[in-house]
DNA sequence: TATGCAGCCTGTAGCAACTACGGGGTCAAG
DNA sequence: CTTGACCCCGTAGTTGCTACAGGCTGCATA
């Protein structure tokens, strides 16, 4: 299949498996005469992987890890899990700090009583970290 | 004071101040005979706006709307208020969504039972979207 | 046959929001 | 008088794409 048939099949724009291709995350596939590339059901595989783990917020270079597993299934999988385990870690942490953040933008945001910048607790609470509830990022 | 005084009294980087100058989010100090930036108390009290912001997660040209406002105490607040609901909203929709992903995250590692990567519900799980339990980014 | 247009090619530049570096000037202490 | 901490500037790198510009290719239609 060609480029945009590949990209209509796994949701990425042309792009972007263009720029997988430069730095080396897909193999680059084989051309036409014409000099158009022309990909089989092995790179739509891995371009799934790569867009899947990438949606999962895996970094380009954690996905590198995650794929050189993949091409090697006789070696130990404890790396997959590790990777899979510290990225776990970091998205709980974001959303600890994310809740964080909601609150205070919440009990900034409740504050506005509308009316003159000047007497606006939002434009204050941003001036003054002392009025924060809790520490936030 | 000097760039690195602002710098330790604001939590900031040497470089990240100069930055913010360079795109007009603070203003050009006075110098000194030395040519050394000299700031005030007015300074260091906008970069901290500034930062809090930001570690609000608002973006620069939202911290530049908002610093607008708090240098035109006349005006209506009624932006600083959206610009902030705007934001929580956002806000809270990343939280879902990490929130998805976390799931999906825990799903995946509570798979794995260790042995060979061939065998590894991790890598198999990101390759194919479908083993998905719901819907994430 | 001509022509239009979708689709492909390359290479480069842009985005956010910094961060790092190289090569140099300044200043106070020892 | 030299050492080291601090400052200056300008530029390039980071991450993960995205957006051109300028030019082929391939197929359908007039």
Do not use: W
């Not at 036409?32 to 380009?60: C, K, M, P, W």
């Not at 870690?89 to 945001?109: F, G, N, P, T, Y």
């Amino acid at each position: 299949m060609k480029i945009g048939e590949l990209a209509r099949a796994t949701g990425t724009h042309i792009e972007t498996i263009r720029y997988y291709e430069r730095i080396g995350l897909l193999p680059a596939p084989d051309r036409t005469a014409a000099n158009y590339r022309s990909y089989g059901d092995a790179h739509r595989a891995r371009l799934s992987f790569v867009r899947h783990s990438r949606e999962l917020g895996f970094t380009i270079d954690e996905v590198r890890s995650l794929l050189d597993l993949s091409d090697h299934p006789a070696r130990d999988c404890g790396e997959a899990d590790r990777i899979a385990s510290t990225h776990l870690e970091q998205v709980e942490s974001k959303i600890a700090q994310l809740a964080a953040l909601r609150d205070e933008l919440a009990r900034i945001v409740g504050r506005c009583r509308g009316g003159l910048a000047g007497d606006c607790r939002v434009i204050e609470a941003l001036g003054d970290h002392r009025l924060c509830a809790a520490d936030h990022p």
